[in-house]
Structures are given as C-alpha cells and as structure tokens.
C-alpha cells in the first residue's frame, strides 16, 4: 500500500512541475509581448512628434526577381513630388520634340504609324507662313492678277489618315475666309479615320488638274478658269477643294449621250450605285460635315456633276 501511495504521490509532484513549467512559459511569452508592444507605441508616438512617419512599403517587380523596399517620409515624399514635376515636364518636352519632328516632314510623307490624338493631334491643324512656299507657286498655281492676293490666301498644315491605317503630313491652299472652316472639317475627317489618299498643293503636278485628280490627289487653289469657258474658278479663289478627285469625278453628260469624265481614269466610277473606297454620296462623312459648314457640294448640280467638288459660294 505505501508503495502505491509513493507512486502516486510522484505521479502529482510529475504533474504539478509540468503545469507549472507550462504556466512559466506563457508568462514568458506574454511579458515579451508586452515588451514588444509597449517599444512599438513608444516608436510611433516619437515619430508622430516628428512629423514623420514610417511607413514601409515592399514592391515586387514584373519577374518577382528583386524586392524593393521603400521608406516614406516628408522629404522622400518631396522627393518623389520633384521626380513627378520632372517626368512631367521631360514628357513636355518629348511632345515638343514629336511635334518639330513632324512639323519639318515634307507633305506626303508618314508621320506616324497608326493615328494621333490629343493635344500633339490637335496642334497639327495649323495656318503656316504662306510666303515660305511662294517659291513653290509662283507662276504654277499662283501668278501676279487683279483678282486675288497673296495676302488673301492661307497656307494650311493638316494631317490626313491613310487607306493604310497611317497618318500622313497634308498641306493646303484656302481662301482665308474659310481657313478655319476647313482646319475644323479636316481635322473632324482625321479623328474619324476618314481616308484621303494623297493632299498636297497642285504645283506638285505643275498646277495641271488632270495629273493631280489621276493622283487621288486632295487640293484647293489653283488660279485657272473654268475648263471650257474663261470664266474663273472657285479655286482661283481658295474657295473650293476637291477631295479624293479619281474615284469622285467631274461627269458631264452631251445632248449626243456622250459623256466627259474628268479624271479620265475615274470613268469607272461614273455609276454612283455602286460601293467603292472613297466614294462621296450624301450619307459620306465627308458630304455631313461640309455641308454643315455651309459648302455646297458638286454632286447635288443638275447640268454636270462634279461629285470631288466642295465649294464655299461668294
């Protein structure tokens, strides 16, 4: 019996230094989590004392290869204002670059793939300095007359979208009356993504109309009569344009049946019942915007029809 007894008494003492070892051990663990907690607030009321606060923030790159870590405080933050100010002045800067880099293509050439937009697509619409390209006119599509002066004209810089889905550097000589009508219709076309397939000044083909409609080539003034009469065209006075002229052409029906089509090579699009590229009809993009600006267009004439024509009457 009182060696069963011993056991058990063991047993309990066993027991008993088992309990308390276990209870000494979470006291253990608890007092250094007090420890820990009581260094923690004291750090953060100091740095709330400071104005400063710190903040750890861990970013991962793309490949998850390095870890970043970064330390926010009031002059890291300043910092980073700074770098911002900086990025977004060199972004400035880099539009600025883009526009002098289109602005000296020559008309005709790609400017960029695809199409621009925003204030860089916005400030490619432009009165340029007429005077520069007299040189080029003179005595082509522009000569010395009583009837309109260099003065009265303005030489525009616009950009045109290709069939290609590129956008190319145009150039045009209007009437300054409806510069400004033909800056916002132009520009209105581009931010559609209305395909023009060439825009540069007729003196490109020596002021002949026949080679620049055969080009698809879109223009405006050229001083000349009206063909068969010598009465003045409204392009002598900067006041009509011709858009994608060869597959929009002049048609003029004889009593005899026979038909005049200027370009010759748009004769395959005489028939407007058909659906080709380029083609203007009163539904066209082109048709809605111009007419809203108060031109008349040339298909709605009932003796010829000049489907390329859009014209501002005087």
């Known amino acids: 019996m009182e060696d069963r007894k011993k056991r058990r008494m063991k047993k309990r003492r066993r027991q008993f230094r088992r309990t308390c070892f276990s209870w000494v051990f979470l006291l253990c663990i608890f007092a ?9 607030s004291g750090a953060v009321k100091n740095n709330r004392e400071n104005g400063s606060s710190n903040t750890e923030v861990t970013g991962n790159l793309q490949n998850d290869v390095e870890v970043t870590e970064i330390i926010c405080t009031e002059d890291n933050i300043k910092n980073q204002e700074d770098k911002s100010q900086e990025v977004l002045n060199d972004s400035s800067f880099n539009i600025e670059q883009e526009y002098e880099r289109i602005v000296s293509l020559p008309p005709g050439e790609m400017a960029v793939n695809g199409i621009l937009s925003g204030e860089l697509m916005g400030r490619m619409f432009f009165e340029g300095d007429i005077n520069q390209i007299l040189p080029r006119i003179q005595g082509i599509s522009y000569v010395e007359n009583p009837n309109i002066d260099l003065s009265d004209l303005a030489y525009l810089r616009m950009l045109y979208y290709g069939s290609d ?8 000589i209007v009437n300054q009356k409806i510069k400004d009508s033909v800056l916002s219709v132009f520009q209105k076309l581009y931010e559609n993504r209305y395909p023009i397939e ?3 000044l007729i003196d490109n083909y020596n002021g002949e109309d026949e080679a620049s409609m055969e080009a698809n080539n879109t223009s405006a003034f050229n001083y000349r009569t009206i063909a068969g009469s010598s009465k003045l065209s409204n392009h002598s006075y900067g006041m009509a344009i011709d858009l994608n002229p060869k597959y929009n052409p002049y048609v003029k029906t004889a009593s005899d049946g026979s038909v005049t089509c200027q370009p010759e090579a748009g ?3 005489i028939d407007r019942t058909k659906e080709f590229d380029y083609k203007i009809d009163e539904n066209d993009l082109a048709y809605r915007l111009f007419t809203e600006a108060g031109f008349s267009w040339g298909g709605d004439w009932n003796s010829v029809k000049d489907y390329q024509h859009f014209e501002m009457v005087q």
């Open 267 to 269: 004769r395959d699009y």
């Open 32 to 40: 250094a989590a007090v420890i820990v907690i009581i260094k923690y």
């Open 165 to 172: 889905g590129n956008t190319y550097v145009g150039e045009m």
């Open 198 to 200: 060439r825009m540069v």
